[in-house]
Nanobody, 116 residues
Framework: QVQLVESGGGLVQPGGSLRLSCAASGFAFSTYAMSWYRQAPGKERELVATISSAGGNINYADSVKGRFTISRDNAKNTIYLQMNSLKPEDTAVYYC?????????WGQGTQVTVSS
């Protein structure tokens, strides 16, 4: 059974930091590119960051460059999103996704709220 379980979300003040985790099971994690997406209320889901299967290629949305860092630990079947200098506009449900060719696996999401 494929599972992607996000954790680490919560309420944080502007300028603060959070670290999200996504633990994977049930598929060959190390062969999948992994991504973080987010969806704010009333908006479409958007790509935040992507990391290749071995971690050598990383890309970020312009809105998070220099503030967010994606990483992965293939020994632990886990990816991370370190989020620094958070802004109210970062408020959203954050999802992780695994992709290999035409196969996508999604997690259930974790809420991040940036507010004073």
């Amino acid at each position: 059974q494929v599972q992607l379980v996000e954790s680490g979300g919560g309420l944080v003040q502007p300028g603060g930091s959070l670290r999200l985790s996504c633990a994977a099971s049930g598929f060959a994690f190390s062969t999948y590119a992994m991504s973080w997406y987010r969806q704010a209320p009333g908006k479409e889901r958007e790509l935040v960051a992507t990391i290749s299967s071995a971690g050598g290629n990383i890309n970020y949305a312009d809105s998070v460059k220099g503030r967010f860092t994606i990483s992965r630990d293939n020994a632990k079947n886990t990816i991370y999103l370190q989020m620094n200098s958070l802004k109210p506009e970062d408020t959203a449900v954050y999802y992780c996704k695994g992709r290999r060719w035409a196969t996508d696996y999604w997690g259930q999401g974790t809420q991040v709220t940036v507010s004073s």
